[in-house]
């Protein structure tokens, strides 16, 4: 869980993901760096490994696979890093309260 690549960016935003063959889930995002997200999904059955379409705000989808689950918290690495300017927007103009 541990084993970042980048920068995480701790941030309070509005998400949400979609499995492949289900229904949208509305989430908060907590973290963000260029490679992944970790989010809370209060009732996650999430498995290591499926595949998720993110929505952070309004940007997306982001294509991500779930590389662990503790309880209610997901962390996801995206298939395609983020672009800086993309990352610093979500840290800089969409995190509702810092964290």
Request: hydrophobic share 35%; charged share 25%.
């Amino acid at each position: 869980m541990e084993n970042r690549r980048g920068n995480r960016h701790f941030v309070r935003v509005a998400g949400a993901y979609r499995e492949r063959q289900g229904g949208s889930r509305d989430v908060w995002i907590k973290d963000v760096s260029a490679t992944g997200c970790r989010f809370f999904d209060k009732f996650s059955v999430l498995k290591v490994g499926t595949e998720v379409s993110l929505k952070l705000g309004n940007i997306g989808p982001l294509h991500a696979h779930v590389r662990w689950r503790e309880g209610s918290l997901v962390g996801a690495e995206f298939d395609q890093p983020l672009h800086e300017a993309v990352l610093g927007h979500v840290v800089e103009f969409m995190s509702q309260d810092g964290g």
